[in-house]
């Protein structure tokens, strides 16, 4: 079973920028299709950002432009660059995994959600 840990997470002012990373471990990281989701107080979890086991990136409308997702698959991590921060990006942002990129882009995730980490846009 995979286990996620999420961090990165604080409170910026708007504008500002935060760089959010997940270890992955307990499978092969590299062969998986990874996602950045996040949820909102009273919202349903979205997908934000997604990356493909050989780098397609796709984004939700909401963050093009603004955030970057990457991974690295030497040390089994995903990172989500998050710039140009809006008080509606305001949420608990979760990583999660899917072996076919496809049905990740559907909003599918494999893994158990971890805890998931604060993001918090405020003046």
């Known amino acids: 079973q995979v286990q996620l840990v999420e961090s990165g997470g604080g409170l910026v002012q708007p504008g500002g920028s935060l760089r959010l990373s997940c270890v992955a471990s307990?499978?092969?990281?590299?062969?998986?299709?990874m996602g950045w989701y996040r949820q909102a107080p009273g919202k349903q979890r979205e997908l934000v950002a997604g990356?493909?086991?050989?780098?397609?990136?796709n984004y939700a409308d909401s963050v093009k432009g603004r955030f970057t997702i990457s991974r690295d698959n030497a040390k089994n991590t995903v990172y989500l660059q998050m710039n140009s921060l809006k008080p509606e990006d305001t949420a608990v942002y979760y990583c999660?995994?899917?072996?076919?990129?496809?049905?990740?882009?559907?909003?599918?995730?494999?893994?158990?959600w971890g805890q998931g980490t604060q993001v918090t846009v405020s003046s």
């Open positions: 999660n995994q899917v072996l076919r990129y496809d049905e990740l882009l559907q909003g599918r995730a494999s893994g158990s």
């Open positions: 990356i493909s086991s050989g780098g397609r990136r």
């Open positions: 307990g499978n092969i990281f590299s062969i998986y299709a």
